[in-house]
């Protein structure tokens, strides 16, 4: 992952750059909750210019 | 029109954690009831009060459990008091499964469900009202914008969209005098930013977010208008610069007849920003003009261009000179006798603006785009100019700051104080608090900073619990000179306690449109004076010192008020201050 991208992560989710991996999730991140992951989402989408489905 | 620019919603949220613990003069507690899941809007609202130095405590409670959270006396919404609660509430909720399939029932069935669910809403509102204090702004709902009948929907007696007009035009008529009930156009809202936008169906079937999170901050910054003006945190004025701001180009330079302003582009971008600047001047804000130029040239600009909108009537200042635009400003807050954080400046040079916002950092600069044509919508997305209510004194200010104007004038030409005084004419009638003066009483306890004795802060429901004692004598003042009417200036509340012949002054206040003529005086001369008709031997008042109040500091000890401890004591024994020049009648 690029740093650019873990800075996002780790600011949303509230943890230091250096917790996060390619393995973070839900089960790994104690404050990755359903709503910091929707919050994250749309950090991705406006930073990025991307869109998610569902799936 | 152009939507404001708003961070995300991640900002909002890393923010409310740094500023949680600061803590400022203002406070306010905010409860947040939901039919949907609207986490976020929490932050937002404690993250913009604390940028405009107001202390924020939130309480939002479960979505979807109004009803639970309003009828338990016991619940954690009582327990809280909040000042403002917001109850917002969406379409789908409020027609559960007829938003869907509207067209299982017949109209007749459809209407008597719409009537049904009005009648919920303004029983669940009337079980409010009678538990807690608390300001309630209810959504109204958003007007669904699909109908399964397509283009035939319009045809059809009472069809989907008609319920939904029905039921938020039938809110509006319930609560449209009601001073502790407001309706948030929530449909408006959506309108605004458009259904498509503000409902993401992956965050609606995801977590039941009807409310998109990056729409989150643009909701709060409306709600934010119902907290500043409870608050009583507004701007009353928008000063503008003329050149590139008021018209196009240089007036100095280009000359009246090359200006851009017609009813063509560039010229018409220009005159659609005067015409939100007049409808503005009509509900009630000051206009002021600062400016660096010629004054004759720009004053014929102002007089004689055919386009126009605003004329030199609207304004009730105008500084057109070679002077630094700070030092105007200083004098433009000076003499209309408001604070420099009550204003608004507009300038089209960055430069300028720059230099503003560093010198007085009071004032909100509007970062104006490069292209006038935007100039309107900006105007338009400021939403600083609220009031709970609108009084009549709010309708007629700009007519009043113009009186003012002259008697400015009369005030230069006169040879002393007491002269100029003594040509006014003045008439104060003391008028009791009824449900015509009611509004505009709590208007100026909201309001009122400069000349107020003890900046106790009264809402319209309160104004109205004091009328209604016996041990309290609430009124208020009308004063009128041979310029004008300045309407309802003055303040007073007074607890009488009759076994100890003592009145105590609750409140004295006084706009400070009409400080220093001598008004306070004679309605504290009138205050004395029914207090010993009464047979009082003693009036008790304070002076609780703020930011603000200086200018009426001297009040007390004027009227031969002594000192003891907190408070200021009147025992009679200097004969009651007269006021020759002011003519006083009783309402």
Redesign the interface.
């Given at each position: 992952m690029s740093s650019n991208l873990l800075d996002i992560v780790a600011?949303?989710m509230?943890v230091q750059v250096s917790q996060i991996d390619d393995e973070s999730g839900p089960e790994t991140i104690e404050n990755w909750d359903?709503?910091r992951g929707?919050?994250l989402?749309?950090?991705l989408e406006?930073k990025f210019n991307v869109k998610?489905?569902?799936n | 029109m152009q939507s404001q620019v708003e961070p995300n919603l991640s900002y909002f949220i890393a923010k409310a954690r740094s500023i949680d613990g600061r803590s400022f003069q203002k406070k306010i507690k905010v409860a947040i009831l939901s039919s949907f899941t609207i986490n976020g809007l929490e932050e937002a609202l404690r993250v913009k009060c604390a940028e405009s130095d107001i202390t924020c405590a939130t309480y939002l409670y479960g979505y979807g459990q109004y009803n639970q959270d309003i009828l338990d006396q016991s619940s954690k919404l009582y327990e809280f008091s909040p000042d403002i609660t917001f109850m917002i509430i969406d379409t789908r909720s409020v027609l559960s499964t007829l938003f869907y399939t509207p067209y299982t029932i017949p109209a007749n069935d459809r209407r008597t469900y719409i009537d049904k669910r009005v009648a919920d809403f303004v029983n669940l509102v009337k079980t409010f009202k009678n538990r807690t204090g608390s300001k309630l702004v209810l959504t109204n709902c958003s007007i669904p914008t699909y109908s399964p009948y397509g283009i035939c929907e319009v045809r059809t007696e009472y069809g989907l969209k008609e319920m939904v007009y029905d039921f938020n035009a039938r809110l509006s008529d319930a609560f449209r005098s009601d001073p502790q009930v407001f309706l948030f156009d929530f449909n408006s809202f959506v309108a605004k930013y458009g259904e498509i936008n503000v409902l993401d169906y992956r965050q609606f079937l995801v977590g039941d977010i009807k409310v998109s999170l990056s729409y989150i901050p643009h909701l709060a910054e409306e709600l934010m208008g119902y907290v500043k003006a409870n608050l009583g945190v507004n701007r009353k004025c928008i000063v503008l610069d003329l050149d590139n701001t008021l018209w196009g180009g240089i007036i100095g330079e280009d000359g009246f007849d090359r200006i851009d302003l017609s009813l063509k582009p560039p010229g018409m971008a220009f005159m659609e920003f005067q015409r939100v600047l007049l409808a503005l001047y009509q509900r009630g804000v000051i206009l002021a003009i600062n400016s660096r130029n010629n004054e004759d040239e720009a004053l014929r600009a102002i007089r004689d261009h055919p386009f126009m909108v605003l004329r030199e009537e609207h304004f009730a200042t105008m500084k057109i000179n070679w002077s630094d635009k700070i030092s105007n400003m200083k004098e433009i807050a000076q003499e209309l006798n408001i604070g420099l954080d009550s204003i608004v400046y507009f300038d089209d040079d960055p430069i300028n603006r720059e230099l503003m916002s560093k010198a007085i950092p009071q004032i909100k600069t509007i970062d104006l785009p490069d292209d006038p044509s935007l100039y309107a919508s900006t105007l338009m997305q400021i939403n600083d100019f609220n009031t709970l209510v609108m009084t009549n004194e709010d309708r007629k200010r700009g007519e009043m700051y113009r009186e003012e104007h002259k008697r400015t004038e009369l005030k230069r030409s006169s040879s002393n104080l007491e002269d100029f005084l003594k040509q006014l004419e003045i008439r104060v009638t003391m008028k009791k608090a009824n449900n015509f003066t009611i509004p505009r009483i709590a208007q100026l306890t909201l309001k009122t900073n400069q000349f107020n004795l003890t900046t106790r802060r009264y809402q319209e429901e309160d104004v109205e619990t004091l009328a209604q004692d016996h041990t309290k004598l609430i009124g208020c003042a009308q004063t009128q000179d041979k310029f004008g009417d300045n309407g309802i200036t003055g303040v007073y509340i007074v607890n009488k306690n009759h076994e100890d012949k003592e009145w105590f002054i609750d409140t004295f206040l006084l706009s400070c449109r009409v400080m220093g003529r001598g008004i306070e005086d004679a309605m504290m001369g009138y205050i004395l004076s029914k207090a010993k008709e009464e047979g009082v031997i003693k009036v008790k008042a304070e002076f609780i010192p703020t930011k603000k109040n200086k200018p009426c500091e001297q009040l007390l000890p004027n009227f031969g008020f002594k000192k003891e401890g907190e408070q200021w004591v009147y025992t009679y024994k200097v004969p009651i201050k007269q006021t020759n020049h002011v003519e006083l009648n009783e309402d």
């Open positions: 600011n949303v509230e359903s709503f929707l919050i989402f749309e950090e406006s998610f489905t569902l | -």
